[in-house]
């Protein structure tokens, strides 16, 4: 088993996925696109409180890691889309995981969200 101070030395995993991760507004951006490809002005709707540049900032941040890809359609107005790449979709159990323990510590009823619609089934492969 290697020590704290040897994980550290090597790029600890958890850290490495906080680095990537680490901000509120990211894991809320991935919370929306689990339920399907979205609009940026979706992505603002959903997301209250999130700047158009804070909003565009992290979906390059998340497009850069590979998690998120942008598809931009050709028309007349040009629009744009965002989805989970495959490595983003890798997220869902560890999203599954966070509602399923913020349910339980607020102690109320569950939140309305992407991740309780039945749109989040953790499979493995």
């Given at each position: 088993m290697l020590s704290t101070d040897r994980c550290?030395?090597?790029?600890?995993?958890i850290q490495f996925v906080v680095d990537l991760l680490g901000n509120k507004w990211s894991i809320l951006v991935l919370?929306?696109?689990?339920g399907?490809?979205?609009?940026?002005?979706?992505?603002?709707?959903?997301?209250?409180?999130?700047?158009?540049?804070?909003?565009t900032q992290r979906l390059r941040e998340l497009e850069a890691s590979g998690l998120?890809?942008?598809?931009?359609?050709?028309?007349?107005?040009?629009?744009?889309?965002?989805?989970?790449?495959?490595?983003?979709h890798q997220i869902k159990p560890v999203m599954v995981a966070l509602q399923e323990v913020g349910t339980q510590w607020l102690s109320q009823d569950p939140c309305?969200?992407?991740?309780?619609?039945g749109n989040l089934a953790v499979t493995t492969q």
């Open positions: 550290q030395e090597i790029k600890c995993p919370r929306e696109l689990v399907g490809d979205r609009r940026t002005y979706e992505l603002q709707a959903a997301l209250p409180g999130i700047s158009t540049k804070t909003l998120v890809e942008r598809r931009i359609f050709a028309e007349i107005p040009p629009h744009v889309e965002y989805s989970l790449t495959p490595k983003g309305v969200c992407a991740l309780t619609d």
